[in-house]
């Protein structure tokens, strides 16, 4: 006899259904998922690997990619290391000198010797759109006479901001 309120159901139909709602979960399905777009191809070269004296560094990137995917950049970013710190960073315009089309762009730039410090650097030139990112070391045998003025500079501009900052959050 069954208690009032209790459904009839036997336990055939209790194991059949076990049965269906394990298979859904072990048979495997076809799930759709987006795949980002490949990121776009950086090549940088410099005009020299060893820098001395009064030379300056020149800079060519070449962005390829389909544009459909990544619009081009009209610049791209470039910052120096040394020992894993950033020391300086620049802005590479575009190179309307040479023929570009949607898939290929050039950029160039030179870079003073007289801002670079002294030691083995390296040049990491990113692509501010896709985030793409090319990678050449430098080795600099002399110090630049304006490095000191130029870190300077790059020193203040991070004070201000830390103090724009902390008045912001105070007022």
Known sequence: MKPYGMPGCSPGVRLLLLAAVSALFVIPCSISGATPPLLPSLTLSLSNDTLSGNEDLDIFVVWSRDASFYRPPGSVDVLVYRAGS????YTIPE???TAADDNTRH???AI???????GRLLLVATDPVSGAEARAPINVTEPGPDFSSTRLAGSLDTAFLLVAA???VVL
């Open 86 to 89: 950033p020391v300086a960073g």
């Open 95 to 97: 190179d309307v000198r």
């Open 107 to 109: 950029f160039r730039g």
């Open 112 to 118: 003073a010797s007289a801002e670079l410090p002294e």
């Open 166 to 168: 902390v008045l912001l």
